[in-house]
T-cell receptor
Framework: NAGVMQNPRHLVRRRGQEARLRCSPM?????VYWYRQLPEEGLKFMVY????????ESGMPKERFSAEFPKEGPSILRIQQVVRGDSAAYFC????????????FGPGTRLLVL | RKEVEQDPGPFNVPEGATVAFNCTYS??????FFWYRQDCRKEPKLLMS???SGNEDGRFTAQLNRASQYISLLIRDSKLSDSATYLC??????????FGTGTRLTIIP
C-alpha cells in the first residue's frame, strides 16, 4: 500500500522559471493538503483541495502560486516566476474522506531557487 | 502571538532519561491535537493524537489541558532513536493543521 508520493524530490530552478510539484495521495484518499517549510521554521498550511475543488487556499501567496487536483492524476502545486524566497521544502499530505484529522505526509519536494 | 508555541530547544539528554516537552495554543475552540515527529530532512510523521483524558503509547505519554490551552509530551527511558524534532500540531476545526516550530531533541549515548 503505497504512501503519499511526491515528485520530484529535489528541484532546482533559476529565478523567473516555473516550478511544478506533484503529489499523488494515498489510495482511497480524496483530500490533499499542501504545506511549506522554510529553513529552520515550522510547516505552514498553503491549500486544501478535494478532487476538482479548492476548499481552502487561505495560506497561498496571492500571486504566482496556484494549485489543482484534477479528476484524474496527481495534485499539482505550481509556482510561476520563482524567486529565491520560494526555496523551501513543500510537503503534501492526504487524508481519507470523513477522517479529516489524520493526515499522512509525503516525503516532500525540496525546491532550490538559484 | 503565535497560534502554536513550543520551546525550540535544543534538548540534549542522556540515554535512558525522561524528557518532557510543552506546547501552548492560542485558540480555545481548537478541536484536535497531535504530536508529530520529524527527522532531519524528512516528512513529519504522526507520533500520537492527544486526548483530553491523556493517553499513553509505550514510552510516550501525551496530556491536554484545555483550560490552560496546554499540551505536553513525556518520553520515558529515552533511546538514541528518539533524537528528532517534535512538532506540536493543532487542528483549529478548519480542516488544516497548524504546526509549532518544533522542539529539537538529541539523545546522548
Amino acid at each position: 500500500n503505497a504512501g503519499v508520493m511526491q515528485n520530484p524530490r529535489h528541484l532546482v530552478r533559476r529565478r523567473g522559471q516555473e516550478a511544478r510539484l506533484r503529489c499523488s495521495p494515498m489510495k482511497g484518499h480524496s483530500h490533499v493538503y499542501w504545506y511549506r517549510q522554510l529553513p529552520e521554521e515550522g510547516l505552514k498550511f498553503m491549500v486544501y483541495l478535494q478532487k476538482e475543488n479548492i476548499i481552502d487556499e487561505s495560506g497561498m501567496p496571492k500571486e504566482r502560486f496556484s494549485a489543482e487536483f484534477p479528476k484524474e492524476g496527481p495534485s499539482i502545486l505550481r509556482i510561476q516566476q520563482v524567486v529565491r524566497g520560494d526555496s523551501a521544502a513543500y510537503f503534501c499530505a492526504s487524508s481519507p474522506l470523513g477522517r479529516r484529522e489524520t493526515q499522512y505526509f509525503g516525503p516532500g519536494t525540496r525546491l532550490l531557487v538559484l | 502571538r503565535k497560534e502554536v508555541e513550543q520551546d525550540p530547544g535544543p534538548f540534549n539528554v542522556p540515554e535512558g532519561a525522561t524528557v518532557a516537552f510543552n506546547c501552548t495554543y492560542s485558540n480555545s475552540a481548537s478541536q484536535s491535537f497531535f504530536w508529530y515527529r520529524q527527522d532531519c530532512r524528512k516528512e513529519p510523521k504522526l507520533l500520537m493524537s492527544v486526548y483530553s483524558s491523556g493517553n499513553e503509547d509505550g514510552r510516550f505519554t501525551a496530556q491536554l489541558n484545555r483550560a490552560s490551552q496546554y499540551i505536553s509530551l513525556l518520553i520515558r527511558d529515552s533511546k538514541l532513536s528518539d533524537s528528532a524534532t517534535y512538532l506540536c500540531v493543532v487542528d483549529f476545526g478548519n480542516e488544516k493543521l497548524t504546526f509549532g516550530t518544533g522542539t529539537r531533541l538529541t539523545i546522548i549515548p
